[in-house]
């Protein structure tokens, strides 16, 4: 089994920048995409940023241009960098990792951690 740990929550203030790291560990693990989620209360969880093995990265409109997600291989860890925060990106923050174990896909989720953007 793998576990997904996330960091680096917490709160700022409009315009600034947070930073989130993401570790999975456990099973041998082909890790083809790593990404960011975001829910906020009443609402589905949502697209923030996904990058795949071979370094392609998509983000989610309103995040575009001022996110950036990128991912260590070796050490099996990927990282948002969230620059020019403003208060409707307040969510909790979800760490996704999806690959392969063996030939069975598997999709990997970690505990979550709030961002808080406010005055």
């Known amino acids: 089994q793998v576990q997904v740990v996330e960091s680096g929550g917490g709160s700022v203030q409009p315009g600034g920048s947070l930073g989130l790291s993401c570790a999975a560990s456990?099973?041998?693990?082909?890790?083809?995409?790593m990404g960011w989620y975001r829910q906020t209360p009443g609402n589905e969880r949502e697209l923030v940023a996904v990058i795949f093995s071979g370094g392609v990265r998509k983000y989610g409109d309103s995040v575009s241009g001022r996110f950036t997600i990128s991912r260590d291989n070796a050490k099996n860890t990927v990282y948002l960098q969230m620059n020019s925060l403003k208060p409707e990106d307040t969510a909790v923050y979800y760490c996704?990792?999806?690959?392969?174990?063996?030939?069975?896909?598997?999709?990997?989720w970690g505990q979550g951690t709030q961002v808080t953007v406010s005055s």
């Open positions: 456990g099973s041998i693990f082909s890790m083809n995409v």
């Open positions: 996704n990792v999806r690959g392969y174990i063996g030939t069975k896909l598997y999709d990997f």
